[in-house]
């Protein structure tokens, strides 16, 4: 799958630390072992993190900012104190626990992911990110091994949106996406803010939370993931390269004709609201099949008024999520979608509101960085290709602001966002030495 049509970054990058020229970080004359991560510790730390909020069906259910949330915060920051990390807090609870370097002039190399979960969620999403980069830290100390740029490892707060809204929140207010006064007042469906669950779990910290309130800014950050998508296990590839993610436009549709008594009133006569709107739905799919290879389309949640087995349905209402992989592929299937609810509404006699709700904009990864992921796959021996995210990450945000690039890997049957989400210890232990030397490409 060759490189997606995203806009050029904007963002730069030290071309010398790319490329496989940039493999090769002078380690100690004593070094014997290889360069490499130990995949059973990543496994285990792994499947001690999933224990907390575990589910009968082997996922986890870990909100943002819950006690579960506390407790697992608790036990990872615990993980890098041990390993020598120091742990900083910021304003919106984003945690990052920092490997000293030996030029204090440097900016950080960063990796992370999050730890909160869907409430049907699984063991990898998110928790391979956060674990690998501390695999990543626990193996530079188990080598000796001195980097002159410092190691961070970021845990973002509420990535998933499943209890707080907007979704990739603590990503989002690093990057200047919101505003951290937007995320604190954010509350879940109980009335509880954000600022409250920050203080009833004690992470509620006091460092810059945006990069323009004086929050650091990474020389790099990579985010090591698992696919959640089919694309890597039907090409047999071990290892993703993203170059970017697709944008994404959300709407809230409601199509209204008139409710009526099912028996009496004509076929002729009716203005039922649920077979314009199907037609509608139709639409969406085909709109995302005119826009390969990168459209998608989906009509996700469905509400019909009055939902009576005996009332011709007088208001339906559905959204529908378009996402592609640059802004003008967007912006004709928005045109596409606006036409068809026009034409739609005139033929039925019905009304068609369409309302965009959610937008953000396709977002390419640093080219440099990402050829350094390649180089690093290369190196490696590991099968690989070219990919890009359909889902938002919280690397989409950092990007905004600093070099950043992702690693995928496969997941059973591409399935995540799901109880029964899997993936293989050795396809997991591939990544996060991807992810080591990629990293030590940019900190030495």
Not at 128 to 152: K, M, Q, S, W
Not at 354 to 363: A, I, L, N, R, T
Request: proline fraction near 6%; glycine fraction near 10%.
């Amino acid at each position: 799958m060759g490189t997606i049509g995203l806009d050029a970054s904007t963002q730069r990058f030290d071309s010398t630390h790319s490329g496989a020229a940039a493999m090769n970080p002078p380690f100690p004359a004593h070094l014997t072992r290889p360069l490499a991560v130990d995949g059973r510790r990543l496994w285990e730390s792994l499947m001690k993190l999933a224990q907390l909020g575990a589910t009968p069906k082997g996922g986890v259910c870990r909100l943002a900012l819950s006690d579960l949330d506390r407790q697992a915060r608790d036990l990872v920051t615990g993980w890098a104190r041990a390993a020598g990390c120091s742990v900083r807090v910021d304003a919106i609870g984003n945690l990052f626990a920092r490997r000293p370097g030996t030029d204090p002039a440097r900016a950080a190399v960063a990796t992370g992911s999050h730890i909160d979960t869907q409430p049907t969620g699984g063991k990898f999403d998110g928790n391979y990110g956060v674990l690998a980069g501390l695999e990543v830290v626990r193996t530079l100390n188990d080598l000796g091994i001195a980097t002159a740029a410092p190691i961070e490892v970021c845990i973002w707060t509420n990535e998933e949106g499943s209890r707080f809204v907007p979704v990739m929140m603590g990503s989002g207010v690093y990057a200047g996406a919101f505003t951290l006064a937007h995320a604190l007042a954010a509350c879940d469906r109980q009335g509880v803010s954000v600022a409250q669950a920050l203080q009833a779990i004690g992470y509620a910290g006091s460092d810059p939370a945006a990069v323009a309130d004086g929050a650091p800014v990474f020389g790099a950050y990579f985010e090591a993931h698992i696919e959640q998508g089919p694309v890597l296990e039907d090409s047999g590839n071990v290892i993703g390269v993203l170059t970017g993610a697709l944008g994404q436009r959300w709407y809230d549709v409601t199509v209204t004709g008139m409710e009526a008594h099912a028996g009496p009133t004509p076929m002729n006569l009716r203005r039922d609201a649920l077979l314009p709107a199907t037609r509608l739905m139709q639409q969406v799919n085909a709109i995302a099949l005119a826009h390969q290879p990168h459209g998608r389309g989906t009509v996700g949640w469905v509400e019909v008024f009055p939902n009576s087995r005996n009332t011709i349905p007088g208001r339906v209402r559905f959204t529908v999520d378009f996402r592609n992989s640059t802004d003008a592929a967007l912006l004709a299937m928005d045109g596409a979608l606006r036409a068809a609810a026009a034409q739609v509404a005139a033929e039925a006699g019905v009304q068609v509101q369409v309302e965009q709700v959610v937008y953000y904009p396709p977002q390419p990864f640093t080219p440099a960085l990402v050829q350094t992921v390649r180089a690093a796959a290369q190196q490696l021996g590991l099968p690989h290709q070219d990919i890009v995210s359909g889902a938002g990450h919280d690397a989409v945000y950092v990007a905004r602001v600093a070099p950043a690039a992702m690693i995928f890997v496969p997941c059973k049957d591409g399935i995540s966002h799901n109880e029964i989400e899997d993936a293989r210890e050795e396809h997991l232990t591939a990544g996060a030495n991807v992810l080591l030397h990629a990293m030590l490409a940019c900190a030495r």
